[in-house]
């Protein structure tokens, strides 16, 4: 009688689906701590999954945020197949690309746009430092590997500089980066986030630095604007058994959008509670004025090759940046972004 039930149950599991349906599935999303997924929250209704979300309305999937402030953990995660989306930085991909993509099916593709940084990177200088041109052999604090890294080799760069021809000194994020820059005078120039960047040159403030300035930002009245930007990715192997989820995701998005334009306050609430953010919406409020949250015009302009921060072109230029100047990358590494950059979905949505 054993061997016959035990029959029952292997026949049974051979005939069962061997895939959840899409109305079982419940996509988790990493998050760190940050206002610019905006119309991510808005698209969902908060961190929690839901049918009352615009995913379940338009693909009948539910979508869970939750916080992970190592970016690490996420990427093990995205690897391990645990987290199919998560968020990244454009100009991290050339990086992650190498080993990620040593697995064909967790080769990452960037399906849509969160955000671009609108003023909430920026580099500070002290002393006699006016721009670019005058950091030949100063002491630059950054984060190795992090958009404040790619930050500083652009604008380094843009002045026929390259790491070598300064003092490039690596801490582990852009808050120690401000930090050193307080308590070390000898450090000529730090790259930092918002409000960091406005609490150090601001000399109505307490936390002012005598002389310090702000040589660059990614503020829109600055060349930078765009430079920054953050996005989301997807499996290659989830892209292609789910085009429809994938679909449904980038329509719910670029929806999530208008509502999130429509409840602001609502939906800095719904940020506020997953991060526990004390301040609340009004802190929340505050991360959004340094952002510009992606719409149906920014990810046309991100998705189009022709524009000077469009997806292909960051990757390029992060790639070459990190090859030249840095070394990071093999001198034979020439990735064609192509391979990285899957924007029909965007772009069908956005029509």
Wanted: with cysteine; charged share 25%; glycine share 8%.
């Amino acid at each position: 009688m054993k061997k016959i039930a035990l029959f029952v149950v292997i026949i049974t599991l051979l005939l069962s689906p061997c895939c959840k349906k899409e109305s079982d599935i419940t996509i988790k999303i990493p998050l760190v701590t940050w206002g610019g997924y905006a119309a991510l929250f808005a698209a969902n209704g908060g961190a929690s999954p839901s049918e009352d979300s615009l995913f379940y309305k338009y693909g009948k999937f539910k979508v869970e945020l939750i916080q992970e402030e190592n970016p690490t953990n996420q990427l093990i995660g995205f690897a391990g197949g645990a987290y199919p989306i998560i968020w990244s930085t454009m100009d991290m991909l050339p990086i992650h690309y190498l080993e990620l993509s040593k697995d064909k099916r967790t080769s990452p593709k960037v399906i849509g746009l969160f955000d671009y940084s609108r003023g909430g990177d920026g580099i500070i200088a002290r002393g006699d430092i006016k721009d670019g041109a005058d950091l030949k052999g100063k002491k630059i604090v950054t984060a190795q590997y992090t958009p404040s890294h790619y930050f500083i080799l652009y604008y380094l760069d843009k002045f026929g500089l390259k790491a070598g021809d300064v003092n490039m000194i690596y801490v582990g994020d852009a808050i120690l980066a401000k930090d050193a820059f307080v308590t070390q005078k000898d450090v000529d120039v730090c790259v930092t986030w918002s409000p960091f960047i406005y609490d150090l040159t601001d000399n109505t403030k307490e936390s002012y630095i005598e002389g310090a300035k702000i040589i660059a930002s990614t503020a829109d009245e600055y060349p930078y604007y765009g430079l920054i930007a953050d996005i989301y990715l997807a499996r290659a192997d989830f892209v292609e058994k789910n085009p429809e989820i994938i679909k449904n995701f980038t329509k719910a998005m670029i929806d999530g959008y208008d509502i999130f334009l429509q409840n602001k306050e609502k939906v800095a609430g719904q940020i506020a509670d997953l991060f526990g953010i004390k301040g609340g919406a009004e802190e929340v409020a505050l991360m959004l004025n340094d952002v510009t949250v992606a719409g149906k015009e920014e990810n046309k302009r991100f998705f189009d090759s022709n524009e000077q921060f469009s997806a292909y072109n960051i990757f390029n230029i992060s790639a070459r940046l990190y090859k030249e100047s840095e070394k990071k990358l093999p001198e034979d590494y020439a990735i064609d972004p192509n391979l990285v950059v899957e924007g029909s979905f965007m772009l069908e949505s956005i029509k």
